[in-house]
Each structure stands twice: as C-alpha cells, then as structure tokens.
C-alpha cells in the first residue's frame, strides 16, 4: 500500500512541477505582452502581432505540452542525436536519455526435440543452418 501511494505521490508531484513550469512560461508570455503599454493605432484596430520574445515564448509552451520538451531540448536533441528533455531534469532524470546497450545477437539452431539459441555462432561446428527463433507472424518453424 506504501509504495502505491509513493507512486502516486511520485506523479503528483511531477505533474505539480510541470504545471509550474507551464505556469511560469505562460505569466512570462502575458508579462511580455503587457510590458509596452503605449497604446498605438494598430492595437486600437485589433492588428497586434506577437513580438519574437512572444512567439518562442508561445511555441515554447506548446512543445512542451505535446513534447514534453523546450525549443531548445529539440535543437540539442539534433545536434547530439539523443533525446534531451529539460522536463525529465525537472523530475530529477538525467538531461538526456542514456543509449541503449545492444543485446548480443542470437544464434538458434534446430535440434531434435527444440531450438536451442547460441551467443556464439555453430559452437559445435555441427555445419546447421539458423532459424528465425522466437518465430516472426510472418514464418513459423
């Protein structure tokens, strides 16, 4: 019962500090729309058109609620070519994902009652030819 309630207490508190996060970027983006406060002819006609800081600021928050992700987290996501959040850091993971180690490919060989599978290619050198082992939907033994 414990660990389900810390679980639980785990997502509301990564939900509460996302929520902040949104919070803040949005105060930021109204904060920044109000700054100038001289009214000129082209709000008075309804024509107003976001400055830059408001645009990355409004593109900001939607990435991050459909990505989880900053403008920024994209451009070191490309360059590095992992995938880097600074929401993840925020939860208290690491900036980027780590790679993923590859699993040693296996070598399956038909014996008389089963597949056995091999990390070693024919360690026996019984001259056998592979199988596709676990079977594929497309082919079966």
Not at 14 to 22: D, G, M
Not at 57 to 81: E, Q, Y
Not at 107 to 113: E, P, Q, S
Not at 115 to 130: E, F, I, K, L
Request: net charge positive; aromatic share 8%.
């Amino acid at each position: 019962m414990k660990s389900l309630h810390k679980a639980k207490s785990r997502q509301e508190a990564k939900r509460i500090i996302r929520q902040r996060v949104l919070a803040g970027l949005f105060a930021t983006l109204l904060g920044a729309g109000v700054a100038g406060c001289d009214t000129t002819a082209s709000d008075i006609a309804g024509t107003h058109i976001f400055t830059g800081v408001e645009w990355y600021i409004a593109l900001d928050v939607v990435s991050i609620i459909n990505t989880d992700k900053t403008l920024i987290d994209h451009v070191v996501s490309l360059s590095t070519g992992r995938d880097c959040s600074t929401i993840r850091k925020i939860d208290g993971k690491s900036y980027c994902k780590k790679d993923p180690v590859p699993e040693p490919p296996l070598y399956c060989y038909r014996t008389l009652a089963a597949v056995s599978c091999y990390r070693t290619p024919d360690p026996y050198n019984t001259g056998a030819q592979t199988v596709d082992w676990p079977p594929t939907r497309s082919r079966s033994l």
